[in-house]
């Protein structure tokens, strides 16, 4: 799997609106609980078990072309041969 996502402390983060979760276990054996809009199926936010206090947004769930760049960069190996990831970023695979 390969996406870019903002992870915001759930304390200072609230998603509105009607969504439908769908829970998976990730490679790490961790679960990760998806909530997804219910008319366009697009994944509004996930929640990961083992960082309770963290919620994660897709980042083109923000209609903001300014929205800072990724810091930290995981599972590179998987991403499609036309993405580049700057090398400044922490990287983790």
Do not use: K, N
Not at 7 to 23: K, L, N
Not at 87 to 92: N, Q
């Amino acid at each position: 799997m390969f996406g870019v996502q903002a992870r915001f402390a759930r304390s200072d983060t609230t998603v509105e609106g009607p969504s439908t979760g769908w829970i998976r276990t990730a490679d790490s054996g961790h679960r990760v609980t998806y909530s997804f809009c219910p008319i366009c199926g697009s994944t509004v936010a996930y929640q990961i078990d083992h960082e309770p206090d963290l919620i994660a947004i897709p980042v083109g769930a923000f209609a903001d072309s300014t929205f800072p760049a990724p810091r930290v960069s995981v599972y590179e190996s998987r991403r499609h041969a036309w993405v580049v990831v700057p090398s400044e970023m922490d990287h983790y695979d």
